[in-house]
């Protein structure tokens, strides 16, 4: 039997990266899948592909940082999906300059998607979750999250935020049966990684005991263990998928 048989999944930042691939390992193991990107041209093509393969699943265009749109969206997928067992808070961006040079719009635009939007997003899904008893909810992080990185304070605040966030969410929630973790990917291969010129990879590796940036399927796979029976008495943790970057 596969491992999601019967779940729904909602994947925010889905249309793309890193939450494509988890949105499609989700709806390979069992699951319905509501995708949820900022547009409604990406959603709706990942919607496309899990129903290739088999699934049902809805497309939703939403910015996350805004708490009615969320709200809105939230209200629809449940009464179209009836409940939802598994959260994936993915949405991020990035306004990459240094502190002095940082502008406050783009300090702002990256706290109030990667961080903010957690926050609105899970309060939103979590009344469904405390009702049945049950749900896993998995933010994706970053290593950036948890060593920094010059040029990305903005970034590197909202990733360290979201694991403060996942942790004082698993122990509010743990009562209710709901686990919260987080997977902190190192450098994987994305559209924002694909812009690295040649130099800056190269520089990337060296810090790589193994080598190679990671695929999305290895965030995916670790989406799936967590969201799965397997990680039934994992809650509160930081999973770090990096190529042993950060050891």
Same mark, same amino acid.
């Given at each position: 039997?596969?491992?999601?048989?019967?779940?729904?999944?909602?994947?925010?930042?889905?249309?793309?990266?890193?939450?494509?691939?988890?949105?499609?390992?989700?709806?390979?193991?069992?699951?319905?899948?509501?995708?949820?990107?900022?547009?409604?041209?990406?959603?709706?093509?990942?919607?496309?592909?899990?129903?290739?393969?088999?699934?049902?699943?809805?497309?939703?265009?939403?910015?996350?940082?805004?708490?009615?749109?969320?709200?809105?969206?939230?209200?629809?997928?449940?009464?179209?999906?009836?409940?939802?067992?598994?959260?994936?808070?993915?949405?991020?961006?990035?306004?990459?300059?240094?502190?002095?040079?940082?502008?406050?719009?783009?300090?702002?635009?990256?706290? *109030?998607?990667?961080?903010?939007? &957690?926050? =609105?997003?899970?309060?939103?899904? $979590?009344? @469904?979750?405390?009702? /049945?008893?049950? !749900?896993?909810?998995?933010?994706?992080?970053?290593?950036?999250?948890?060593?920094?990185?010059?040029?990305?304070? *903005?970034?590197?605040?909202?990733? &360290?935020? =979201?694991?403060?966030?996942?942790? $004082?969410? @698993?122990?509010?929630? /743990?009562?209710? !049966?709901?686990?919260?973790?987080?997977?902190?990917?190192?450098?994987?291969?994305?559209?924002?990684?694909?812009?690295?010129?040649?130099?800056?990879? &190269?520089?990337?590796?060296?810090?790589?005991?193994?080598?190679?940036?990671?695929?999305?399927?290895?965030?995916?796979?670790?989406?799936?263990?967590?969201?799965?029976?397997?990680?039934?008495?994992?809650?509160?943790?930081?999973?770090?998928?990096?190529?042993?970057?950060?050891?």
């Amino acid at each position: 039997m596969s491992q999601l048989t019967n779940q729904i999944a909602v994947v925010t930042g889905g249309g793309r990266g890193i939450g494509r691939a988890i949105a499609l390992k989700f709806a390979q193991e069992g699951a319905d899948v509501a995708v949820i990107s900022r547009t409604q041209e990406n959603s709706e093509k990942v919607a496309a592909e899990i129903r290739a393969l088999g699934r049902q699943s809805w497309a939703h265009a939403v910015d996350v940082a805004e708490a009615a749109a969320v709200d809105a969206a939230a209200e629809k997928i449940l009464a179209e999906c009836g409940k939802a067992d598994i959260l994936v808070n993915n949405a991020g961006v990035t306004r990459d300059g240094l502190l002095m040079r940082m502008a406050e719009a783009d300090w702002d635009t990256v706290l *109030n998607t990667n961080l903010k939007g &957690a926050f =609105l997003v899970t309060k939103a899904f $979590s009344r @469904a979750m405390i009702k /049945a008893r049950s !749900g896993r909810i998995i933010n994706i992080s970053s290593v950036i999250g948890l060593i920094g990185n010059a040029g990305q304070c *903005n970034y590197a605040a909202s990733k &360290a935020g =979201l694991i403060g966030f996942t942790q $004082s969410c @698993a122990r509010e929630l /743990a009562s209710r !049966g709901i686990t919260v973790n987080a997977i902190a990917p190192g450098f994987i291969e994305t559209d924002m990684t694909a812009a690295l010129n040649e130099i800056m990879r &190269a520089e990337i590796l060296k810090k790589i005991p193994l080598g190679r940036l990671g695929q999305g399927e290895d965030i995916a796979a670790a989406a799936l263990y967590l969201a799965s029976a397997s990680g039934r008495y994992v809650t509160g943790q930081v999973l770090t998928v990096d190529g042993g970057m950060v050891m």
